[in-house]
Protein backbone atom coordinates (compact mmCIF):
# COMPACT_ATOMS: atom_id res chain seq x y z
CA UNK A 1 0.00 0.00 0.00
CA UNK A 2 2.80 2.23 0.81
CA UNK A 3 5.75 1.02 -1.11
CA UNK A 4 6.81 2.56 -4.51
CA UNK A 5 6.75 0.39 -7.34
CA UNK A 6 9.98 2.20 -8.83
CA UNK A 7 12.43 4.92 -7.92
CA UNK A 8 11.18 7.44 -5.42
CA UNK A 9 12.51 10.14 -8.16
CA UNK A 10 10.53 8.67 -10.83
CA UNK A 11 7.12 10.44 -9.79
CA UNK A 12 8.23 13.69 -9.15
CA UNK A 13 10.27 13.69 -12.41
CA UNK A 14 6.81 12.41 -14.52
CA UNK A 15 4.98 15.34 -12.50
CA UNK A 16 7.01 17.91 -13.24
CA UNK A 17 7.32 16.67 -17.50
CA UNK A 18 3.30 16.54 -17.21
CA UNK A 19 3.05 20.45 -15.62
CA UNK A 20 5.29 21.62 -17.74
CA UNK A 21 4.13 20.21 -20.96
CA UNK A 22 0.54 20.91 -20.24
CA UNK A 23 1.34 24.53 -19.09
CA UNK A 24 2.76 25.05 -22.35
CA UNK A 25 -0.03 23.60 -24.01
CA UNK A 26 -2.61 25.16 -22.18
CA UNK A 27 -1.11 28.69 -23.19
CA UNK A 28 -1.14 27.79 -27.12
CA UNK A 29 -4.88 27.00 -26.45
CA UNK A 30 -5.66 30.46 -26.37
CA UNK A 31 -7.02 32.63 -23.47
CA UNK A 32 -10.81 31.83 -23.51
CA UNK A 33 -10.45 28.42 -23.23
CA UNK A 34 -9.14 28.92 -19.18
CA UNK A 35 -11.60 32.23 -18.27
CA UNK A 36 -10.97 32.75 -14.67
CA UNK A 37 -8.21 30.70 -13.78
CA UNK A 38 -4.35 31.27 -14.65
CA UNK A 39 -3.41 28.29 -16.49
CA UNK A 40 -0.95 27.05 -14.13
CA UNK A 41 -3.81 27.23 -11.49
CA UNK A 42 -6.26 25.30 -13.74
CA UNK A 43 -3.01 22.91 -14.57
CA UNK A 44 -2.79 22.02 -10.87
CA UNK A 45 -6.57 21.23 -9.74
CA UNK A 46 -6.15 18.80 -13.02
CA UNK A 47 -3.60 17.15 -12.41
CA UNK A 48 -3.42 17.58 -8.29
CA UNK A 49 -6.93 15.18 -9.17
CA UNK A 50 -5.09 12.73 -11.41
CA UNK A 51 -2.04 12.23 -9.28
CA UNK A 52 -3.83 11.20 -6.22
CA UNK A 53 -6.45 9.39 -7.82
CA UNK A 54 -4.09 6.77 -8.87
CA UNK A 55 -3.18 6.47 -4.98
CA UNK A 56 -6.63 6.03 -4.03
CA UNK A 57 -7.89 3.69 -6.09
CA UNK A 58 -4.73 1.88 -6.34
CA UNK A 59 -3.29 2.05 -9.97
CA UNK A 60 -0.68 3.65 -8.80
CA UNK A 61 -0.10 0.55 -6.08
CA UNK A 62 0.60 3.18 -3.90
CA UNK A 63 -0.47 6.03 -1.51
CA UNK A 64 2.89 7.27 -1.62
CA UNK A 65 3.50 7.73 -4.84
CA UNK A 66 0.29 9.84 -5.09
CA UNK A 67 1.24 11.93 -2.12
CA UNK A 68 4.62 12.51 -4.00
CA UNK A 69 3.06 13.74 -7.07
CA UNK A 70 0.77 15.93 -5.50
CA UNK A 71 3.62 17.77 -3.39
CA UNK A 72 5.74 17.83 -6.55
CA UNK A 73 2.50 19.70 -8.44
CA UNK A 74 1.99 21.97 -4.85
CA UNK A 75 5.47 22.75 -5.03
CA UNK A 76 5.87 23.24 -8.70
CA UNK A 77 3.20 25.83 -8.61
CA UNK A 78 4.68 27.52 -5.38
CA UNK A 79 8.13 28.28 -7.40
CA UNK A 80 5.75 29.00 -10.41
CA UNK A 81 3.67 32.21 -8.82
CA UNK A 82 6.60 33.07 -6.75
CA UNK A 83 9.02 33.70 -10.11
CA UNK A 84 6.14 34.85 -12.30
CA UNK A 85 5.81 37.74 -9.32
CA UNK A 86 9.03 38.81 -8.93
CA UNK A 87 9.35 38.50 -12.98
CA UNK A 88 6.96 40.64 -15.59
CA UNK A 89 8.32 38.43 -18.19
CA UNK A 90 7.69 35.38 -16.30
CA UNK A 91 4.24 36.07 -15.41
CA UNK A 92 3.41 37.27 -19.27
CA UNK A 93 5.39 34.30 -20.71
CA UNK A 94 2.83 32.14 -18.43
CA UNK A 95 0.00 33.91 -17.96
CA UNK A 96 -0.05 36.32 -20.94
CA UNK A 97 -0.81 39.54 -22.06
CA UNK A 98 -3.98 41.53 -22.78
CA UNK A 99 -4.66 41.65 -26.54
CA UNK A 100 -6.13 44.62 -28.23
CA UNK A 101 -9.53 43.63 -29.68
CA UNK A 102 -11.17 47.48 -30.52
CA UNK A 103 -10.34 50.37 -30.30
CA UNK A 104 -12.41 54.34 -31.53
CA UNK A 105 -15.44 52.11 -32.02
CA UNK A 106 -14.24 49.85 -34.57
CA UNK A 107 -13.73 45.84 -33.71
CA UNK A 108 -10.96 44.08 -34.91
CA UNK A 109 -12.28 41.02 -36.02
CA UNK A 110 -8.90 39.86 -37.18
CA UNK A 111 -7.75 39.62 -33.49
CA UNK A 112 -10.73 37.87 -32.54
CA UNK A 113 -10.93 35.38 -35.09
CA UNK A 114 -6.92 34.81 -34.00
CA UNK A 115 -7.91 34.50 -30.24
CA UNK A 116 -10.96 32.12 -30.42
CA UNK A 117 -13.03 34.74 -29.24
CA UNK A 118 -17.00 35.17 -30.42
CA UNK A 119 -18.52 38.53 -31.31
CA UNK A 120 -20.94 37.82 -29.29
CA UNK A 121 -18.76 37.81 -26.09
CA UNK A 122 -17.94 41.40 -26.86
CA UNK A 123 -20.97 42.41 -27.20
CA UNK A 124 -21.70 41.04 -24.49
CA UNK A 125 -18.76 43.12 -22.68
CA UNK A 126 -20.35 46.42 -24.01
CA UNK A 127 -23.62 46.05 -22.35
CA UNK A 128 -22.32 44.81 -19.10
CA UNK A 129 -20.49 47.64 -19.19
CA UNK A 130 -23.02 49.71 -20.47
CA UNK A 131 -20.96 51.03 -23.13
CA UNK A 132 -22.54 51.61 -27.02
CA UNK A 133 -19.76 50.91 -29.71
CA UNK A 134 -19.56 54.43 -30.86
CA UNK A 135 -18.66 55.50 -27.48
CA UNK A 136 -16.00 52.67 -26.62
CA UNK A 137 -12.26 53.53 -26.22
CA UNK A 138 -10.74 50.46 -26.16
CA UNK A 139 -11.65 47.29 -25.42
CA UNK A 140 -9.05 44.24 -24.03
CA UNK A 141 -9.08 40.68 -23.77
CA UNK A 142 -7.51 39.84 -20.98
CA UNK A 143 -5.44 36.99 -19.72
CA UNK A 144 -7.65 35.66 -17.90
CA UNK A 145 -10.47 35.28 -20.48
CA UNK A 146 -11.88 38.26 -19.60
CA UNK A 147 -13.46 40.98 -22.14
CA UNK A 148 -12.43 44.62 -20.32
CA UNK A 149 -14.07 48.17 -21.99
CA UNK A 150 -12.98 51.70 -21.82
CA UNK A 151 -15.62 54.11 -22.69
CA UNK A 152 -14.39 57.52 -24.33
CA UNK A 153 -17.27 59.43 -22.91
CA UNK A 154 -18.00 60.13 -19.49
CA UNK A 155 -14.47 59.73 -18.16
CA UNK A 156 -12.55 56.50 -18.77
CA UNK A 157 -14.32 54.16 -16.80
CA UNK A 158 -13.15 50.44 -16.60
CA UNK A 159 -15.41 47.47 -16.60
CA UNK A 160 -14.96 43.88 -16.35
CA UNK A 161 -16.93 41.00 -18.66
CA UNK A 162 -15.82 37.45 -16.90
CA UNK A 163 -17.93 35.53 -19.46
CA UNK A 164 -17.08 32.33 -21.55
CA UNK A 165 -17.41 31.22 -25.01
Known amino acids: ????????????????????????LMRLSGKRTV????????LVVMLLSESVSSGISGQDHSVTGGLLAAVTLIG???????????????QTLVEGAPVLIGRDGRIYADVLKKN?????????????SDCDL????YAFLE?????????????LMTQRSDGGG
Open 134 to 137: KDMK
Open 1 to 24: MFALSGPWWELPARAAIIYVVLLV
Open 143 to 155: ADGGISVLKSSSG
Open 116 to 128: HVPLLDVERALRE
Open 35 to 42: GQFTPFDL
Open 76 to 90: LNVVVAVASARSTRL
